[in-house]
């Protein structure tokens, strides 16, 4: 374990770099609601300010010597006897880099916002919530305990709900909002079990339990080899944990709030549900990497969990029609990859992946942000040619699509190659899989350009955005292009791999044929895509109802859960709560109060009878003394 | 010879009387005069002991009880008319506003 010690001088900056947010979130929420110019420029502020600090903090730890440093400063925050939660930051290689990935990415989103939600007429409430949301995510990502971890965690949960539902009188964004909420609570259920069974393994009396990230990687090793706690609970905790992630990161089968997600701001879905939060499941793993890794049964449901997403959510990205659900399918199958990775024994890898993608998929998004800007469209078959009207916005989608495919020496080449190296290592199965996908990848993307941005335009008048939303796409591009000289598996502690040639030559074949077969289909016509979709009636059309998975989900609700769970509910509430209990107490009372009434007849007769009664009993009373 | 036991059991005889009377009727009128009874069984009781012991207290505190019954006859009869001008009545068991 590493020494945690941690300067005067790094901990204020830490502090500043967690609060910042939270400061521009209620300044804007006191004083900005009404004041536009006012909300946005706390929002950036605070954004900036953030990233300046994380920064500083990041100039600061490569001075160390080994980088396998953790400082953590944290207060205590409640305390009752046997049981202490604090608050506070937590700075290790892998915190620091996913603050530098949510506060540089958040950074160009929020200035990307300025100009895209201009028009909006919520525009200071966008802003409010967006500085909430960094926030809580930089609450996760500092956590240095898991009930910190897991406020944040309801706290994303909750941006991502306002924010999904930003434009809230269209219903399909209120459902969506919805939807995302309730399917996380689902996973969250089972996330929030999981820390408690973490909680009661973690010592055998009250006061020795901790839920503290260090103590516990410090001590559970030790309880486990003496055999105080059997490897099946172990597994069973394991398995709980990751029903976080799996919510969170979309996984399958609790995917299917993604995709409609996307009824949010395109910034927001390139932050929140592209770049960050969604990563946030990867990056849990990725943080008790250990605790996972003690169970292989744990480890490889999610392998496997990780590796059906990627290949189920690419060939669902093949059939959709609509530019950001494209876009969100292949967030859910990149996800896919990054949990695969974990599962595989890898997170170095993960966190790799997650760090490019997070620059190119942001790219990807802001890009169909300044198509839909510039167009009022994202049906990408009603788009067409815009590589000419919208320069700037194709180079950079192009850009992000060639990273996204792994095109080698573009950032996706050199992450998604370690993945595919590590899956070649250890599953063959899981191996193809990946290689498929990443054909998969190439194909659905190759579509999205070829339709969307080249051939005949539709009659759609687009024009170029405005230099405010060319900007952040400029510098993510750039990004995309270098993230894999930055040298992060180094920064995270992984020492430099030599190339695995035969994985590379398949990975790029695959995304070659995938991008070629696009050309041909899409670009060229060769082959006409109406006619593969009527040779391929049954599979397509299975694929377009999402496999059946939201019907499912709503015939379980709305036959099972509705009609027998609230059925029984609604009863027992009826019968039991309300006529007996309370109406039962109510009644019981009012009868009781009638007997005594009774006594009250309001004749004084009667009283004077009770009287000489009275009176009689306390003589004979004195006179038996 | 009469001693004060035969004046007290008179005396204990009209005061059961008089609560049987307060008791029983349900006149006012009737439950008023069977409060003077009892006003008289308590008088007599007093002067049987003051006779008895020889101690005037006794008789003057028969003065205050006359004093008082006085008083309170006229309270009486002032509420008597009263129900019987506002309820047109002086039926006791017609008369129960002071049920809750």
Redesign the interface.
């Known amino acids: 374990m590493p020494d945690i010690h941690l300067s005067p001088f790094i901990s204020c900056l830490s502090w500043t770099l967690l609060l910042a947010p939270l400061i521009a979130a209620s300044a804007i929420w006191l004083f900005g609601i009404h004041r536009r110019r006012l909300a946005a420029n706390l929002a950036l502020t605070g954004m900036v300010t953030s990233f300046g600090c994380a920064l500083w903090v990041f100039d600061q730890a490569l001075r160390q010597h080994s980088h396998a440093f953790a400082w953590e400063s944290s207060v205590e925050w409640l305390s009752v006897p046997g049981f202490t939660v604090s608050f506070g930051v937590l700075l290790d290689p892998l915190s620091l880099l996913m603050t530098l990935i949510v506060t540089g990415v958040g950074s160009l989103i929020f200035l990307y916002s300025t100009a895209y939600m201009k028009a909006d007429a919520a525009f200071s409430r966008y802003f409010g919530v967006l500085s909430l949301f960094a926030f809580s995510m930089l609450t996760i990502v500092l956590s240095p305990n898991w009930i910190q971890l897991f406020i944040g965690w309801e706290l994303v949960g909750f941006c991502s709900y306002l924010l999904i539902g930003h434009w809230y009188a269209k219903p399909s964004a209120a459902e969506a909002g919805k939807k995302a909420f309730m399917v996380n609570r689902v996973a969250d259920c089972g996330f929030l079990l999981g820390i408690l069974a973490l909680w009661g393994i973690s010592g055998s009396a009250a006061s020795e339990r901790t839920l503290h990230f260090h103590s516990l990687q410090a001590r559970l090793p030790d309880l486990i080899a003496s055999g105080a706690i059997p490897s099946s609970l172990l597994t069973l905790v394991g398995l709980l944990l990751f029903c976080g992630p799996i919510g969170k990161s979309a996984q399958f089968p609790l995917h299917v709030w993604l995709p409609d997600a996307m009824e949010g701001p395109t910034p927001v879905s390139a932050l929140i549900h592209a770049a960050t939060m969604v990563a946030a499941g990867v990056y849990l793993l990725c943080r008790s990497f250990w605790l996972f890794a003690m169970s292989p049964v744990t480890l490889s449901t999610i392998a496997w969990v990780g590796g059906l997403s990627a290949i189920l959510s690419a060939l669902l990205a093949v059939v959709e029609q609509d530019l950001k659900r494209i876009l969100a399918y292949s967030t859910l199958s990149q996800l896919g990859y990054m949990v695969m990775a974990v599962g595989l024994g890898s997170p170095i890898a993960g966190m790799y992946h997650l760090s490019t993608h997070a620059f190119f998929k942001a790219l990807l998004f802001l890009a169909a942000g300044s198509v839909i800007h510039g167009t009022h469209q994202q049906d990408i078959r009603k788009l067409g040619a815009l590589r000419r009207s919208m320069p700037w916005t194709s180079g950079s989608f192009a850009i992000g699509s060639l990273a996204l495919c792994g095109i080698p020496g573009l950032s996706g080449f050199f992450s998604k190659d370690a993945i595919l190296v590590l899956a070649h290592e250890r599953n063959a199965i899981l191996y193809w899989l990946a290689v498929s996908t990443a054909g998969l990848t190439a194909f659905y993307i190759g579509r999205a350009w070829f339709v969307a941005f080249t051939g005949t335009s539709h009659g759609t008048h687009a024009h170029e955005s405005p230099p405010i939303m060319t900007g952040p796409l400029s510098i993510l591009a750039v990004l995309s292009i270098v993230g894999g000289y930055l040298g992060i598996p180094h920064f995270l502690g992984h020492p430099n791999e030599t190339i695995h040639w035969q994985v590379v030559f398949t990975s790029i074949s695959a995304a070659g044929i995938g991008l070629a077969l696009s050309w041909l289909i899409y670009g060229r016509h060769w082959l006409s895509a109406q006619k593969l979709v009527l040779a391929l009636a049954v599979p397509y059309s299975f694929l377009q109802r999402r496999y059946g998975i939201d019907e499912f989900y709503n015939a379980y609700v709305t036959h099972i859960q509705q009609r027998f769970i609230a059925g029984f509910c609604a009863w027992f509430e009826r019968a039991c709560i309300i006529r007996i209990g309370v109406n039962g107490i109510a009644w019981t009372t009012y009868y009781a109060s009638w007997l005594i009434r009774l006594w009250q007849t309001g004749k004084v007769q009667t009283y004077a009878l009770t009287f000489l009664i009275g009176v009689l009993g306390l003589i004979f009373h004195l006179i038996r003394q | 010879m009469l001693t004060l036991t035969h004046y007290l059991i008179v005396s204990a005889a009209l005061f059961a009387m008089g609560?049987a009377g307060?008791?029983i009727r349900r006149n006012i009128l009737m439950?008023l005069l069977a409060i003077e009874l009892m006003f008289n069984a308590a008088n007599l009781a007093f002067i049987a002991y003051a006779r008895a012991w020889a101690d005037l207290g006794g008789q003057i505190a028969v003065f205050f009880v006359i004093t008082v019954a006085a008083a309170e006859v006229t309270v009486g009869l002032a509420i008597a008319i009263l129900l019987s001008r506002q309820l047109n009545t002086l039926n006791?068991?017609e008369?129960?506003?002071?049920?809750?």
Do not use: E, M, P
Not at chain 2, 95 to 100: A, D
């Open positions: 609560i307060i008791l439950i006791a068991d008369v129960s506003r002071l049920k809750g």
